[in-house]
């Protein structure tokens, strides 16, 4: 698989439900996605693609956005319980990293080099969101308010911007970020004129890679907001995007409608991979 920018199916069709989400790969190569065989799962497929169980969520709790901080612990997104929850890396028990019953749902994460982690919060009935930034000790403040529907959610590689995109608005924004998160000089990277956004991801050349539901394509944008190239997939209803690989230069994209996962190869490693390589995460 070395021609690049041409997807392939990774796991089998339906495997993962409707609600597949929240790639993440770990530092040996195991890929994450929620809801695998039925929802309020973890999955875990092996580089190879053999897929089972991870863990299972309790108390009605269901997984979107995974990320893995310094220390090599999954953090998911719970979206029903307004949790960012943790899990251990040699036990598997789950605990609570962040609750904030204010929150719509925490939907997107994404962790900066020094593991603050920021969430998107949509609330898709009335399509506005919220955007959420999560200390390392688990403290909740709110960023941003009355946005579009916010979703896709990135640190850039130089940890000076946060991207956030807003699916119903088609619109990705970027902010000025600052070594503490605290965000500013907010602006308009791109808008498009059809279809809708979900999750997205950096390259170690700070390219973004944006799903577009509905359309079935991954995008390349520059830090610039010039469109780079565009990836069809198989499925239409693309979710989101993870870099993984023995080189970081395979994404991973979770599809709904076909409940698998597809891949192809990109020119750079991907942003997730590389903080793996600086933390020196085993």
């Given at each position: 698989m070395n021609e690049l920018y041409v997807s392939k199916t990774f796991t089998q069709p339906h495997g993962f439900t409707h609600g597949i989400e929240g790639p993440a790969c770990d530092p040996r190569g195991n890929l994450y996605a929620v809801n695998y065989d039925r929802e309020h799962t973890i999955g875990c497929v092996t580089p190879d693609g053999e897929c089972s169980i991870y863990t299972e969520l309790s108390d009605g709790s269901i997984g979107n956005g995974i990320r893995f901080n310094r220390a090599g612990e999954m953090l998911i997104a719970d979206y029903t319980n307004h949790n960012i929850l943790k899990v251990d890396k040699v036990t598997r028990a789950i605990s609570v990293f962040a609750h904030e019953l204010s929150m719509n749902q925490p939907n997107?994460?994404?962790?900066?080099?020094?593991?603050?982690?920021?969430?998107?919060?949509?609330?898709?009935?009335?399509s506005w969101g919220q955007l959420w930034r999560i200390d390392t000790?688990?403290?909740?403040?709110?960023?941003?308010?009355?946005?579009?529907?916010?979703?896709?959610?990135?640190?850039?590689?130089?940890?000076?911007?946060?991207?956030?995109?807003?699916?119903?608005?088609?619109?990705?924004?970027?902010?000025?970020?600052?070594n503490t998160g605290e965000i500013s000089n907010k602006r308009l990277l791109i808008q498009f004129p059809d279809f809708g956004m979900d999750g997205m991801r950096c390259d170690i050349a700070g390219n973004l890679y944006v799903t577009r539901h509905g359309k079935g394509t991954i995008v390349k944008v520059s830090p610039q907001g010039e469109v780079l190239k565009e990836v069809q997939l198989a499925g239409k209803e693309c979710t989101n995007i993870a870099f993984g690989g023995s080189?970081?230069?395979?994404?991973?994209?979770?599809?709904?409608?076909?409940?698998?996962?597809?891949?192809?190869?990109?020119?750079?490693?991907?942003?997730?991979?590389?903080?793996?390589?600086?933390?020196?995460?085993?």
């Open positions: 997107d994460i994404a962790i900066s080099a020094n593991d603050i982690i920021y969430a998107s919060d949509p609330h898709w009935n009335e000790k688990g403290e909740v403040t709110l960023l941003e308010t009355e946005m579009g529907t916010t979703n896709g959610i990135e640190v850039s590689p130089d940890e000076c911007s946060l991207y956030v995109n807003e699916t119903v608005q088609r619109n990705i924004w970027v902010y000025n970020l600052s080189d970081g230069r395979t994404c991973y994209v979770t599809v709904a409608d076909r409940g698998n996962i597809e891949c192809f190869r990109a020119e750079f490693p991907g942003r997730s991979w590389k903080l793996f390589q600086d933390w020196a995460v085993v």
